[in-house]
């Protein structure tokens, strides 16, 4: 069956809520196509994800015979970068300093001469040969970036020039670094590169799960595990700007310090005290409305048993183990919600979605003063082993960066 672009906007009415809800103006954009999934199903609900897609204009296919423009080209662009890799060929998980091809941007893309590079958690899985890079993915670590735009393919001509920061599905750790158009982000003049390069993971990963998935609303309290982590510490500062009392745990004394100086409202040292107990004392008994879990394993009921009636738990790592033991009847007995998600597989549709919502809601916080990342500390990008030995230690309080330009 054929299926016709459709041009929609949404309202807030058409999910029958009696009052508009910011997320749900989010829907609302002018640089969107939705792609219905089946002509005769209804929208059901806010679950726009699995029944439709969204485009940018650039991405839908040309006319038949129509030839793709060559990218746009800003300055001299050398033929080879210096990359940092893992694993080796040999299983071996040593990271490596080699030269590759600069990479060439392909339509709805961009090349960026990266000035800095984010260090995540997932780039210590991939080099250890945990979690290897999607289909089509670099195997060039890195997932997220700040510098200049210095190509482009053909419907991301306008970024040339500009200096952005992006989500990348890999290709991060390098000098040149290609970048879906509609996952980058201006940066603004309030942030640092550095700074900029720290944003992207931890924002798309706390905005689609936590407010997306997990529904957090003003008013409402969460508790976030690994406090002054990356991940922690997005969460803190959104959720210091959308009206939550977040709550975190933390290993240390001093972390729990850290994260309170943040923005926290409580830190639980979870080494010392039973954060169940503590929650419950904290809310009178009647539970967090969303959890935001990293750890998995044997925390899972555990945190269930911190949710308010109606909880949802989301569930973006587990550090503890990928299985764990629930009690069906309470989760039904008190309408609790189990979901979670990984962002690197999800479609660029999916993340130029996020990025789009994002940009509306959440960035002029950034281009306002208002909402930075927590730096902890930064590497050149031959010291990448550094960088990683220094989160695998466990005791940094943020972001770690690579820098990368001059």
């Known amino acids: 069956m054929r299926l016709d672009l459709v041009d929609m906007r949404l309202d807030p009415g058409d999910f029958l809520f009696q009052c508009p809800d910011p997320r749900v103006k989010l829907l609302d954009r002018n640089r969107v196509q939705i792609l219905l999934l089946e002509l005769v199903e209804r929208i059901s609900g806010l679950a726009r994800e699995e029944v439709f897609e969204v485009h940018c204009v650039a991405s839908v296919d040309p006319p038949r015979g129509q030839v793709n423009k060559p990218p746009h080209v800003s300055s001299s662009i050398p033929a080879k970068m210096q990359a940092v890799v893992a694993p080796q060929p ?236 629930l009690t069906i009847p309470d989760l039904m007995r008190r309408r609790l919600m189990l979901t979670g998600s990984t962002l690197r597989p999800r479609s660029v549709e999916f993340k130029t979605m996020v990025a789009d919502e994002i940009a509306r809601t959440v960035w002029p916080y950034a281009e306002g003063g208002h909402l930075r990342p927590i730096i902890d500390s930064t590497f050149p990008l031959a010291e990448a082993a550094k960088a990683h030995a220094r989160m695998e230690k466990g005791e940094h309080v943020g972001k770690i960066v690579l820098e990368v330009g001059s």
């Open 90 to 325: 040999d299983g071996a998980e040593e990271l490596a300093l080699v030269e590759r091809p600069v990479p060439r941007p392909g339509a709805g893309e961009v090349l960026v001469r990266v000035a800095a590079a984010g260090v995540n958690r997932p780039d210590i899985l991939q080099r250890r040969g945990l979690y290897p890079p999607p289909p089509g993915a670099p195997d060039v670590l890195g997932l997220e970036i700040a510098g200049e735009v210095v190509e482009a393919g053909e419907g991301a001509e306008a970024l040339v020039g500009q200096q952005v920061c992006a989500l990348v599905p890999g290709g991060g750790y390098a000098e040149y670094c290609a970048a879906p158009a509609g996952t980058c982000l201006p940066v603004p003049a309030s942030l640092t590169v550095n700074e900029a390069a720290a944003m992207p993971e931890t924002l798309f990963t706390v905005w689609s799960n936590l407010f997306e998935r997990g529904f957090a609303a003003d008013g409402d309290t969460v508790l976030v595990h690994g406090g002054t982590s990356g991940i922690g510490t997005m969460a803190i500062a959104l959720g210091n700007l959308f009206g939550l009392r977040v709550i975190v745990t933390c290993g240390t004394d001093e972390k729990c310090r850290r994260a309170q100086e943040i923005g926290a409202a409580v830190a639980i040292n979870y080494k010392d005290q039973d954060f169940v107990a503590e929650i419950a004392a904290l809310t009178g008994g009647k539970g967090v409305q969303v959890v935001l879990d990293m750890v998995g394993g044997d925390y899972v009921p555990r945190n269930l048993a911190c949710l308010a009636d109606d909880g949802r738990h989301v569930s973006i790592a587990f550090q503890r183990g990928a299985t764990t033991q």
